[in-house]
């Protein structure tokens, strides 16, 4: 039900951000070739958007286990020791990000107090980085796949592992 609603609530807001990025980078690009105007502000909003589509896949990512290895060494342990190392970085990592999601929770009410904009369109900061505290928090408590497996072997045709 958990991997569901992740997948779901993620996948919508990064899909819809980067088609909103794919439209505007089109609108913007065929505005300057046909009219010779760019759309003010593209750049900040794109800036934004790309905030979006990171965040919202962090918690994928987390959750299925994705993220770039280095496993030269793995070879050379002993599984349970693999294991263990599996276990600890885990945990290590959504200590990590929920570190980081309470600081960028604390920014963005900052930012909100002080009523920070974007320069140009005058977007207001707060929301997003409040979508990366909670984005960071959902990494960070998302139940890690591969903690409750020994590390898979991966294959270089995989594009997973170096």
Known sequence: MWNKWLEWVCGLMGALALFAIMTL???DVGARKLLS????????LTELLMVVVIFSALPL???RGEH???DSLDGLWHPALRRL????VHLL??????????LMWGLALDIAAQHETTAQLKIVKAPFIQI???MGGL???SPPGPLARPPAELSEGEGVAL
Request: include cysteine; proline fraction near 0%; glycine fraction near 8%.
């Open 25 to 27: 980078t089109f609108v």
């Open 37 to 44: 105007n760019s759309i003010t502000g593209s750049l900040e």
């Open 61 to 63: 990512v987390s959750q």
């Open 68 to 70: 770039v290895v280095f």
């Open 85 to 88: 190392q599996n276990a600890l």
């Open 93 to 102: 990592c959504a200590a990590t990000m929920l570190g980081l999601a309470y």
């Open 132 to 134: 990366m505290a909670l």
């Open 139 to 141: 990494t960070g408590l």
